[in-house]
């Protein structure tokens, strides 16, 4: 009895001790719960960062990144972060400093272009994650206006839609402006904005005129009312040039200014972060050299004697092999340059490199990569690797002194003729970083963006030098401009207009470098004192430099702005929800019923054919019934997708890729694949270009009801070059004259006929239509003349085709108004090409005409050379991209 008592309290001291235990752990799970769940910030901030490093590879192929490496860098992140004595405290010092580690590593892999980019998106990722930024705004940010047109009348019909609300800054905002701030006007944040914008119309057009229109404050209640954030939406509709700036100031508020102001590149730094498993990728843009800053480091880690290099292409795969056995036996630093060159033996690369054991190579083994950017190269050693982009000097300051730093004093000095000697290569190098940095101005620096190299400018400067010794009493400048601009830098030129550029750009001597004199030649004597003198120049230069006007770096900066949002529109994810209740699917059918309510019938082709009769004395009703054809087949298209998508939503048939790929396009504001490849030349967005369609089918229908107009819209036209051929055929057939013989002349009707009443002239025709960029028509001077301040486009008056006879008649008044030929020079005179798009740069047709070039135009210079003009980048456009 007693033993039996003895077990029994034995047992119930177990069980209390027990039940003690499992309080006291149950306590501790507690505990463990609640400093978990204080890491959950955390844990939700790593995974907003690697999801938006993963979305990276949607901008460039060479932007990939693993989860192994991401690991690792956030175990790196918890060891250097400073311990905190609380656990939220502890988790706000992680989250900040890694992400801006992760912000350091990643930028050092990004191109120039894309530092900002990346940086804009984690501050809007962060703050979508907070629930700060609307679904809307964020769309109406990246696509702009998405709503479908008004509906319109039949094709027949040449009424249009009823106007929106009057512009109340017509003479400074721009109908696209207006029409963007209508759009917003639909947010719910923004309700009201238009009428504000009309109340307040000196305060916006103060905005606008700003040198600092991202800094200028909205009028008040929206100066209160917006945040920072959505302050960007309002400027892209008022200043587009400023979106880039004002999205520095977003991400300087958001993240902190380090997050707009990336690190220095440092080599040395990358490569305490490799190991022989881990190579190191330079990923290089055009005219980017790695191997200087590659030998310096090995000359300076005492490696310049266990350097080997090698430069793929055909038949260099088995030699890459053998080096890379040899590097890893005996610890060599092994270079394989150009890798996109290689694409066959790069899957035998990526084997090699998966197949190294960090403990049986040798541990001074590395492996250094460059490639240009190619979807073909590896993406395991992108993910694990160590990139590093790697770009020429921007700007043209910098690109000057990178030459002069290459240069000693022997080479200055290494002349017999030192003063001409210093001068022609002070003029080469400018020109050399002239021709490059034009290249930043899009369209408008040159049609095609060439890929001038510093071997270019070093042969040129070999070639100067031996003709300069050679001619001893005067400078060859006409042989050496005809080696510059036809064979050392023309050669790379294709474009009939760039031909003309970069004949314009090099002048001969007495030339000023730029009207304001900041880049007269110095009279400088050694390699310091022109290093000290180019350091003097402005780091943002004025583009009177490149022969471009101020207007120009609103044309850069609005490229700049467009280009970014457009690349975060492609990395959006494409089951999201349009928010307020509006689900992407629902989007997709609002959009696709309302241009499908707009669109016309198509055109009755045989009514056509038989109100316009194919006629040896009328060549305009065969280009009618041909632009008839072509809208119809194009109508075809656009009505089809759209009713197969709007099935395909409602589950009535499959949703190929053909039909998502349309879908997604409207949801992006895009004009779908399949319509343009059946539509004219366009850069106009969704909403814009399904108006334009409309406009253009108002154009044909109202000739095909009322007869030949007296005005043509050129615009119209699905192929104006064969309007144009039309034209001259029956001027040539009504005088008897062969066709190729006769030409346009080309006179600007400045203020039209009397009474406003155009009638249709005896001989060609009249057209409108017509844009201006790089200048603007003076119709009191009836010439060119210089744009005004931030007006990047003007509308050209009504031009007056008039064919003549031209064998043997000489050029005589061709740009004077139709009352009174102005006997203009034709050394004055300058040839302005017009093209179908602000894109310029087209190809050959199958039917032997360019896809974008329609012709060139004779306009009165103003008393300038044509070179002046040429420099502008002066041209006419049949459309615009808004």
């Known amino acids: 009895m007693v033993r039996a008592q003895g077990v029994w309290c034995g047992g119930e001291v177990t069980s209390n001790e027990v039940a003690a235990r499992m309080a006291e752990a149950e306590a501790t799970e507690r505990?463990?719960?609640?400093?978990?769940?204080?890491?959950?910030?955390?844990?939700?901030?790593?995974?907003?960062?690697?999801?938006?490093?993963?979305?990276?590879?949607?901008?460039?192929?060479?932007?990939?990144?693993?989860?192994?490496?991401?690991?690792?860098?956030?175990?790196?992140?918890?060891?250097?972060?400073?311990?905190?004595?609380?656990?939220?405290?502890?988790?706000?010092?992680?989250?900040?400093?890694?992400?801006?580690?992760l912000f350091e590593n990643v930028c050092r892999s990004l191109f120039e272009r894309?530092?900002?980019?990346?940086?804009?998106?984690?501050?809007?990722?962060?703050?979508?994650?907070?629930?700060?930024?609307?679904?809307?705004?964020?769309?109406?940010?990246?696509?702009?206006?998405?709503?479908?047109?008004?509906?319109?009348?039949?094709?027949?019909a040449a009424e249009a839609p009823p106007p929106p609300p009057a512009n109340p800054g017509a003479g400074w905002l721009t109908n696209k402006s207006w029409g963007e701030v209508l759009a917003l006007d639909a947010l719910p944040a923004f309700s009201g904005f238009a009428q504000h914008v009309a109340e307040c119309e000196e305060h916006y057009h103060a905005l606008f005129d700003s040198a600092q229109a991202h800094e200028h404050p909205l009028a008040e209640p929206f100066a209160s009312r917006l945040s920072s954030y959505q302050r960007l939406l309002a400027l892209r509709c008022l200043r587009p040039d400023k979106v880039l700036a004002g999205a520095r100031l977003f991400v300087g508020e958001v993240l902190g200014r380090r997050f707009v102001e990336p690190p220095p590149f440092d080599l040395a730094t990358c490569f305490r972060e490799s190991g022989p498993a881990t190579p190191l990728v330079f990923?290089?843009?055009?005219?980017?050299?790695?191997?200087?800053?590659?030998?310096?480091?090995?000359?300076?880690?005492?490696?310049?004697?266990?350097?080997?290099?090698?430069?793929?292409?055909?038949?260099?795969?088995?030699?890459?092999?053998?080096?890379?056995?040899?590097?890893?036996?005996?610890?060599?630093?092994?270079?394989?340059?150009?890798?996109?060159?290689?694409?066959?033996?790069?899957?035998?690369?990526?084997?090699?490199?998966?197949?190294?054991?960090?403990?049986?190579?040798?541990?001074?083994?590395?492996?250094?990569?460059?490639?240009?950017?190619?979807?073909?190269?590896?993406?395991?050693?992108?993910?694990?690797?160590?990139?590093m982009s790697l770009e020429p000097p921007a700007g043209l300051k910098a690109n000057l002194l990178r030459q002069y730093n290459r240069f000693s004093e022997q080479y200055l000095a290494g002349s017999s003729r030192p003063l001409e000697w210093r001068r022609l290569l002070f003029g080469m190098c400018l020109f050399h970083a002239v021709v490059q940095d034009r290249r930043k101005f899009g369209p408008l620096g040159w049609n095609i963006r060439y890929d001038f190299t510093d071997g270019d400018l070093s042969v040129s400067l070999a070639q100067m030098r031996e003709f300069l010794e050679e001619a001893k009493d005067q400078v060859p400048y006409k042989v050496l401009r005809f080696l510059f601009t036809e064979i050392n830098y023309g050669g790379r030129v294709t474009d009939a207009q760039d031909r003309r550029l970069i004949n314009a750009?090099?002048?001969?001597?007495?030339?000023?470098?730029?009207?304001?004199?900041?880049?007269?030649?110095?009279?400088?004597?050694?390699?310091?004192?022109?290093?000290?003198?180019?350091?003097?120049?402005?780091?943002?230069?004025?583009?009177?430099?490149?022969?471009?006007?101020?207007?120009?770096?609103i044309t850069c900066e609005q490229a700049e702005s467009y280009g970014m949002l457009g690349s975060l529109l492609a990395l959006q994810p494409r089951a999201s929800g349009g928010g307020g209740g509006e689900s992407q699917e629902d989007a997709i059918a609002r959009i696709a019923n309302g241009i499908l309510e707009t669109l016309p019938a198509s055109f009755d082709l045989d009514a056509v054919a038989a109100a316009y009769p194919t006629s040896h004395a009328e060549s305009m009703n065969t280009v009618l019934l041909q632009e008839c054809i072509r809208y119809n087949a194009l109508l075809e298209v656009v009505r089809g997708s759209l009713q197969q998508a709007l099935k395909a939503l409602r589950g009535l048939v499959v949703m190929s890729p053909d039909l998502e790929a349309v879908a997604y396009s409207l949801y992006d504001n895009q004009v779908?694949?399949?319509?343009?490849?059946?539509?004219?030349?366009?850069?106009?967005?969704?909403?814009?270009?399904?108006?334009?369609?409309?406009?253009?089918?108002?154009?044909?229908?109202?000739?095909?009801?009322?007869?030949?107009?007296?005005?043509?819209?050129?615009?119209?036209?699905?192929?104006?070059?064969?309007?144009?051929?039309?034209?001259?055929?029956?001027?040539?057939?009504?005088h008897g004259h062969p066709i190729d013989a006769v030409a346009f002349e080309h006179l600007v009707m400045d203020f039209g006929p009397p009474g406003g009443q155009w009638e249709a002239p005896e001989d060609g025709c009249y057209v409108r239509g017509l844009f201006l960029e790089g200048a603007r028509w003076d119709a009191e001077a009836h010439a060119l003349a210089e744009s005004r301040p931030k007006e990047l486009y003007t509308q050209m008056p009504?031009?007056?085709?008039?064919?003549?006879?031209?064998?043997?008649?000489?050029?005589?008044?061709?740009?004077?108004?139709?009352?009174?030929?102005?006997?203009?020079?034709?050394?004055?005179?300058?040839?302005?090409?017009?093209?179908?798009?602000?894109?310029?740069?087209g190809t050959v047709s199958t039917t032997g005409h360019s896809t974008n070039f329609v012709m060139s135009v004779d306009l009165d210079g103003g008393g300038r050379p044509a070179g002046h003009w040429v420099a502008r980048g002066v041209a006419l456009f049949a459309a615009l991209p808004f």
């Open 283 to 387: 990923v290089l843009s055009p005219g980017a050299d790695p191997m200087a800053d590659l030998l310096a480091l090995a000359e300076e880690m005492k490696f310049s004697k266990k350097f080997e290099k090698v430069s793929l292409g055909q038949g260099q795969g088995p030699k890459a092999e053998r080096l890379l056995a040899a590097g890893m036996e005996r610890g060599l630093w092994v270079c394989l340059q150009n890798c996109h060159l290689a694409v066959s033996w790069l899957p035998t690369l990526e084997r090699i490199v998966e197949g190294i054991q960090p403990d049986k190579v040798h541990k001074d083994f590395r492996l250094w990569l460059t490639s240009a950017p190619s979807p073909a190269f590896p993406a395991s050693i992108l993910q694990e690797g160590v990139k």
């Open 672 to 734: 779908p694949e399949a319509w343009a490849a059946k539509a004219y030349p366009s850069l106009k967005p969704l909403a814009a270009w399904v108006a334009d369609l409309l406009e253009r089918l108002r154009f044909i229908g109202g000739w095909v009801a009322q007869g030949r107009p007296a005005v043509y819209w050129i615009s119209g036209f699905f192929f104006p070059q064969a309007f144009l051929t039309g034209m001259l055929q029956n001027f040539a057939r009504r």
């Open 114 to 156: 894309h530092k900002l980019m990346f940086s804009f998106m984690l501050a809007v990722k962060v703050m979508q994650q907070q629930g700060r930024i609307d679904a809307k705004d964020w769309r109406f940010l990246l696509a702009g206006p998405t709503a479908a047109p008004a509906r319109t009348p039949g094709a027949g």
């Open 31 to 101: 505990d463990i719960d609640a400093a978990r769940e204080g890491y959950r910030p955390v844990a939700r901030r790593g995974a907003l960062l690697f999801f938006a490093i993963s979305e990276l590879a949607g901008v460039d192929p060479m932007y990939q990144y693993s989860l192994g490496w991401f690991r690792a860098l956030f175990v790196r992140g918890m060891e250097e972060t400073p311990k905190a004595d609380s656990v939220d405290a502890r988790g706000a010092a992680l989250n900040e400093a890694f992400t801006f580690s």
């Open 798 to 841: 009504v031009l007056w085709l008039r064919p003549r006879h031209t064998r043997g008649a000489t050029a005589a008044a061709a740009n004077a108004t139709a009352a009174a030929p102005a006997p203009a020079a034709a050394a004055r005179g300058y040839e302005c090409p017009l093209y179908k798009t602000v894109q310029r740069a």
């Open 505 to 553: 750009l090099v002048l001969e001597e007495g030339y000023a470098f730029s009207p304001g004199g900041t880049y007269a030649t110095p009279g400088c004597e050694t390699v310091k004192e022109f290093v000290e003198h180019i350091s003097s120049y402005p780091l943002a230069p004025s583009p009177d430099i490149f022969g471009l006007h101020d207007n120009a770096d």
